[in-house]
T-cell receptor, first 110, second 114 residues
């Protein structure tokens, strides 16, 4: 148990659906991250939040919309996704040291 | 653009073998280099390296960083089937002020056969 909890574990959605991924950390960290892990590609940083403020948007398409209501919670809102968006979405949090990762949400877009 | 390159991309060995995984990087504002092990979902932290030439050890695993030549190696001795996993190398950089971000390599898929 890393202290970072992601839900749901698996998600299948159609291209016209709207869904949200949730991440929660109980570590008192002030930074939270969304990463995308596609097959045979490196982990790609999507968004970074520090003290609830977005400090990095790595040229992510607008069909992915993050929300950070407080330092413990991070959401990724999804709408009109494409099949190539199917991947493992990992949330991480950190303070000044090494990030801790959640178990991820395996997303399949059909 | 920050770049992290791992080699080999995959490796198959027999139990008891020793393996060396490589990670080279080209980044701006280097802060640290991290190794993670990813078996099913969440990458789990192995080592964080900030200084050159100082070996970090944890059981059969060890790692060292060379900041002059911009690379790190991860050694695993007397491998076991439980070592089968993807090993990820990541470099942490300062992205401005007190903000930091990780850039990952593609990973090395290690398979240890009995």
């Amino acid at each position: 148990e890393t202290g970072v909890t992601q839900t749901p574990r698996h998600l299948v959605m159609g291209m016209t659906n709207k869904k949200s991924l949730k991440c929660e950390q109980h570590l008192g960290h002030n930074a939270m991250y969304w990463y995308k892990q596609s097959a045979k590609k490196p982990l790609e940083l999507m968004f970074v939040y520090n003290f609830k403020e977005q400090t990095e948007n790595n040229s992510v398409p607008s069909r992915f919309s993050p929300e950070c209501p407080n330092s413990s919670h991070l959401f990724l809102h999804l709408h009109t996704l494409q099949p190539e968006d199917s991947a493992l979405y990992l949330c991480a949090s950190s303070q000044t040291g090494t990030p801790a990762f959640g178990s991820g949400t395996r997303l399949t877009v059909v | 653009e920050d770049k992290v390159v791992q080699s080999p991309l995959s490796l198959v060995v027999h139990e008891g073998d020793t393996v060396t995984l490589n990670c080279s990087y080209e980044v701006t504002n280097f802060r640290s280099l991290l190794w993670y092990k990813q078996e099913k979902k969440a990458p789990t932290f192995l080592f964080m390296l900030t200084s050159s030439g100082i070996e970090k050890k944890s059981g059969r695993l060890s790692s060292i960083l060379d900041k002059k030549e911009l690379f790190s190696i991860l050694n695993i001795t007397a491998t076991q089937t439980g070592d089968s996993a993807v090993y990820l190398c990541a470099v942490e950089v300062n992205s401005g002020g007190s903000n930091y971000k990780l850039t990952f390599g593609k990973g090395t898929l290690l398979t240890v056969n009995p």
